[in-house]
């Protein structure tokens, strides 16, 4: 109990929005290369053998990379009740389809050598593409969504009302961040089936890569154009009440606000270092991938994904979802969060099993660490 009087609430707030962060980091850079590469499947392989070593550079770890995923959503509905309220009914039909392709990967892993058919491959080989585009694009799509600010409101009463709809969340600008998510994903998955593969599918792998690496480049550089010029950010007009109950309404926000997003990168230089970060890994990336350093080319890919991840937080702090409807509803690190001692026990839980989690999977990737190659398929009976 000492701990938890030494932790004030505003201090646990700010950790759990870290965490966050860092949930869906892990989340991206893991299981994104799983995405990418289910994205990168019909592309980068031409016959069965190759499409069957594809799938098995991700086979063993696809599950366990998905625990940041099943980790990110449990942060969010115990940390932070009242985005998991708003996201998961505002966002109910994207989230539905994201889901329906997430359930589409294991799916067409088991099934899909079930039966020695052509056809019957070909289509679950385009439900794991599907499996890997979709939620890639979905994820991008939401947070260029919630960099505009998403229609919402609470009533008077503290109960969330959705004023948005599907189409809607589909314009440009979110469709553009939804690109740039596509885009960095298969630059990382296709880093990692140069890693995981040789001959032509690595060869294959590594063209597509560098494509989706240069188009990360510029389609992230050109959002960060049209949120400074045309996108209109949000403002905290009150001073906040960082240690009070969770209540959005009892602040005042003033929308409209032109570069209100690049406000933290002046008042804070060293938050550059976020889109720095994104930029200077996918730079890397490309090098790495020009000069076939396989394994830090997985990284500079990776550090990519968490620079271009954590420069959407460093802009946006402390608002978590804007409300283009009702400013003053925007739900924010100081006003969105449960309990100080809901917060309390949860941190002591990840403190305990994140580590375990951790050395958990970097046992599974040591002992399922080396190249794929066709007599691993050909010859052996645990091949999906």
């Known amino acids: 109990m000492i701990l938890h009087t030494l932790l004030d609430y505003d201090v646990l707030r700010v950790i759990w929005w870290l965490l966050l962060g860092v949930l869906l980091i892990g989340f991206a850079v893991t299981d994104g290369f799983d995405l990418g590469v289910g994205t990168l499947l019909p592309f980068v392989a031409r016959d069965d053998v190759e499409r069957r070593i594809v799938i098995n550079t991700i086979g063993p770890v696809w599950e366990g990379n998905q625990v940041w995923l099943v980790l990110g959503g449990g942060a969010i509905f115990a940390a932070w009740p009242h985005i998991y309220a708003m ?12 889901l ?14 079930k039966h020695d058919s052509a056809a019957w491959r070909s289509t679950w080989d385009w439900a794991l593409f599907i499996g890997g585009f979709v939620p890639a694009l979905i994820f991008g799509v939401a947070i260029g969504n919630v960099l505009q600010g998403v229609p919402f409101h609470f009533t008077d009463d503290m109960r969330m009302v959705y004023e948005g709809s599907f189409f809607g969340l589909l314009n440009p600008f979110a469709v553009l961040c939804g690109l740039v998510s596509v885009a960095m994903l298969v630059m990382h998955g296709g880093a990692w089936l140069a890693l995981k593969t040789d001959g032509a599918v690595a060869d294959r792998s590594r063209r597509c890569a560098t494509w989706a690496g240069v188009a990360t480049i510029v389609l992230y550089a050109l959002a960060g154009v049209l949120l400074w010029t045309l996108v209109s950010g949000y403002q905290l007009t009150s001073a906040p009440v960082t240690d009070g109950p969770s209540n959005p309404l009892v602040k005042t926000v003033a929308t409209g606000v032109a570069g209100a997003w690049f406000a933290n990168y002046q008042a804070h230089p060293w938050t550059l270092l976020a889109p720095a970060l994104g930029f200077a890994g996918a730079v890397l990336a490309l090098l790495g991938l020009r000069m076939r ?24 702090f402390p608002f978590i979802v804007p409300s283009s409807t009702d400013p003053r509803s925007a739900l924010m690190v100081w006003d969105a969060s ?8 949860m941190l002591v839980c990840a403190v305990i099993f994140v580590p375990l989690i951790l050395a958990y999977t970097a046992w599974v ?6 190249k794929v190659r066709p007599r691993d398929i050909t010859h052996g009976d645990h091949a999906y």
């Open 338 to 345: 449960s309990s100080h001692l809901t917060l309390f026990i």
């Open 365 to 370: 990737y040591r002992v399922m660490w080396g």
């Open 293 to 316: 350093w396989e394994g830090v080319t997985v990284v500079f890919s990776g550090l990519s994904i968490a620079g271009i991840i954590a420069s959407v937080g460093a802009s946006m």
């Open 100 to 113: 329906f392709a997430l359930i589409l990967r294991p799916v067409g892993f088991k099934y899909r050598s």
């Open 87 to 98: 996201s998961f009914s505002g966002f109910y039909l994207a989230m539905f389809a994201t």
